[in-house]
């Protein structure tokens, strides 16, 4: 087992920040991750870096925009695995897109998987375990024969224009039964 490259957080120090320190900390850790990417390949442009990112991912690394998102929801309720894990994630995923041929590299492929393994010295996982309940909360309660659906808004206005949905294991036609307010 490899050591992780960059220092792990104190949790009991990331706990007690207030949002604008905890916003500083991720900026801090993408800064270091970016000089450390720029040791293997000095002509690496600094990323930009947003926490506007919605819905169930974790982060992205947005090439057109020219840098990383991240999701501000699910960054708030697991700090420490943010900065440990999805940093180095879209670290690495900015790294392999700026190599020559890095475009051509498939997302997860060998090259990423050889970064995030070799250089930031963790498992290369392609998904996190986060609860994304908070962040994408799906209000909208559908029925069919066999159980209940939650769908998003964005899908509730696709079915409420007409477009029908149907089960896929009992393959009725599902019933629009009520919103569900979103506790917090």
């Not at 870096?49 to 991240?70: E, M, P, S």
């Not at 309720?77 to 897109?97: C, D, G, I, S, T």
Request: hydrophobic residues 35%; glycine residues 8%.
């Amino acid at each position: 087992m490899t050591t992780p490259a960059l220092p792990t957080p104190d949790p009991r120090w990331l706990a007690a920040l207030d949002r604008a320190a905890c916003q500083r900390a991720l900026l801090e850790r993408v800064e270091a991750a970016w000089r450390l990417c720029r040791e293997f390949h000095p002509g690496l442009p600094r990323p930009e870096v947003w926490l506007d990112l919605r819905g169930k991912g974790a982060g992205q690394a947005h090439f057109g925009r020219g840098g990383l998102r991240f999701n501000p929801v699910l960054f708030d309720e697991n700090r420490q695995a943010f900065l440990v894990e999805v940093v180095p994630h879209e670290m690495a995923h900015w790294l392999v897109h700026h190599l020559d041929d890095g475009h051509l590299a498939r997302p997860h492929g060998r090259e990423w998987q050889t970064v995030m393994h070799q250089l930031f010295g963790l498992p290369p996982r392609v998904t996190h375990r986060f609860d994304t309940g908070r962040a994408s909360p799906a209000p909208h309660r559908y029925r069919c024969g066999c159980r209940e659906h939650a769908f998003t808004s964005r899908r509730h206005a696709l079915a409420r224009s007409g477009r029908a949905y149907r089960c896929r294991r009992c393959a009725e036609t599902l019933v629009y039964t009520g919103y569900e307010a979103f506790e917090k």
